[in-house]
């Protein structure tokens, strides 16, 4: 014969209607006369022979019929629940059936920002003759010039602009890992007083827990509330840029079609007879047209999202 502590898991009122004076109850496995014949478990925690204390081992021996009694109340699901900072181990064949994961204490670093702008310098070319229509040549485009018998270069102009943010989000994640598996059946009574239903001992690091989706109160045990997800809000202030400077530069009238070989330099107010180039590009320096940035700081934050509360021994 042996004898179990496993635990009754109901609130105040229901122990006292259940007949049971504490948390731990004692019940007898097999077949004898008196359970407290000393072969098992004591009150005290302590044991001896086959005895299994359910409330400090966790669980009990396989095959003698122990297991957690508990209470399920109508919408709550029971469940074992890992939580720790360490990824969980897998669930046992007792719990083998639906898994749940989620976590507590989100970690999520404000996200990494900057701005800068893009310049627009550009000048004025007209060509074959130095009267005809102006054609806008952007700063650092090579062209064709054609055939000129005069090429023109003036009017340097800036544009206003462009605003380059950068946005760099750290990965977020949960700190504490939370882990849930149902039992792979259904949950009977067995030796369980009436109401409850006997729940398979949990894994190592594992508890024994009802759980239900929302935030809600607990009807007993050690309330916990996990998170199934996040909402990610993090980001940057606006990337802006001021007014642009001036545009100078030269043009530089070049024999190849990249602008990188045999080229003359010219000033950017000339009518000039082109000297054997059939390519021209307008060349500008980093302070040409330069804006100022504004000064951008990280915003937003992640939330949480899903609360489940999990009910454990």
């Keep these: ?25 004692d019940f007898t496995i097999g077949s004898g006369n008196d359970a407290g014949d000393g072969s098992g478990s004591d ?20 095959g003698s019929g122990a297991c957690l009694c508990a209470l399920v109340p109508t919408g709550w699901t029971a469940v074992e629940l890992y939580v720790g900072a360490a990824p969980p181990g897998i669930c046992n064949t007792a719990y083998g059936g639906a898994g749940w994961t989620g976590g507590q204490d989100l970690r999520a ?33 090579c062209s ?20 380059q943010p950068t946005t760099t989000t750290p990965d977020a994640g949960w700190n504490h890992v939370a882990r849930a598996c ?18 398979p001992a949990p894994d190592p690091s594992y508890r024994v827990c009802i759980r239900q989706d929302g935030d809600v109160a607990c009807p007993y045990g050690t309330r916990s509330i996990e998170y199934a997800s996040w909402g990610d ?18 043009f530089v009238e070049c024999v190849d079609p990249a602008c990188s070989s045999q080229c003359g330099g010219l000033g950017v107010s000339n009518c000039y007879a082109p000297t054997g180039g059939n390519y021209g590009m307008y060349v ?9 940035p504004s000064s951008v700081q990280p915003s937003g934050s992640a939330t949480p999202q899903q609360p489940v509360t999990f009910c454990c021994l």
């Design 1 to 25: 014969m042996m004898r179990v502590r496993t635990f009754c898991l109901l609130a105040p009122v229901t122990l006292a209607l259940a007949g049971c004076p504490a948390l731990l109850q």
């Design 43 to 62: 009150s005290s925690g302590g044991s001896s022979g086959a005895g299994v204390d359910a409330a400090s081992e966790g669980g009990s021996e396989s």
């Design 109 to 141: 670093d404000p996200a990494t920002c900057t701005c800068s702008c893009a310049t627009h310098c550009s000048v004025g070319v007209r060509t074959p003759q130095c009267g005809d229509p102006e054609t806008r040549w952007p700063s650092g485009q």
């Design 144 to 163: 064709s010039l054609g055939s000129p018998g005069q090429i023109n270069v003036a009017n340097p102009a800036a544009a206003p602009c462009t605003p």
């Design 182 to 199: 149902a039992p792979r059946a259904p949950l009977l009574q067995e030796s369980c007083p009436a109401g409850e239903v006997c729940a």
């Design 233 to 250: 809000a993090r980001g940057c202030s606006p990337c802006t840029c001021g007014s642009p400077s001036a545009c100078g530069g030269s």
């Design 284 to 292: 500008t320096s980093s302070s040409d047209g330069a804006c100022q």
